[in-house]
């Protein structure tokens, strides 16, 4: 069993940066991908990065590239989501996630509670 809580997020203008943590509980947390999602209300729950268990291969969504950056910290059994250069379509709840399996789609083992991201223009 794996539990993940988020925090990080808050209110920031376009332009701006926020880094995302998420914590692990647990000793296996060195054996999951980890990914980032978000969801805005009526939406799916999109994939936004990923991260492999070593921290040796990363995975974006389009929308982010460039500007968002996943690292992890085994040591911590934490993960980030460094966001910077954010835009008003960046806001969402964003979720971590846990996965035995790198990957992009989200039916990943286990998730967080969500933390709300917003970004004014």
């Known amino acids: 069993q794996v539990q993940l809580v988020e925090s990080g997020g808050g209110l920031v203008q376009a332009g701006g940066s926020l880094r995302l943590s998420c914590v692990a509980s647990g000793r296996t947390f060195s054996r999951y991908a980890m990914g980032w999602f978000r969801q805005v209300p009526g939406k799916e729950r999109e994939f936004v990065a990923v991260?492999?268990?070593?921290?040796?291969?990363?995975y974006y969504a389009d929308s982010v590239k460039g500007r968002f950056t996943i690292s992890r910290d085994n040591a911590k059994n934490t993960v980030y989501l460094q966001m910077n250069s954010l835009k008003p379509e960046d806001t969402a709840v964003y979720y971590c996630a846990a996965a035995l399996s790198i990957r992009t789609r989200n039916d990943y083992e286990y998730w967080g509670q969500g933390t709300q991201v917003t970004v004014s223009s």
């Open positions: 991260i492999s268990s070593s921290g040796s291969s990363t």
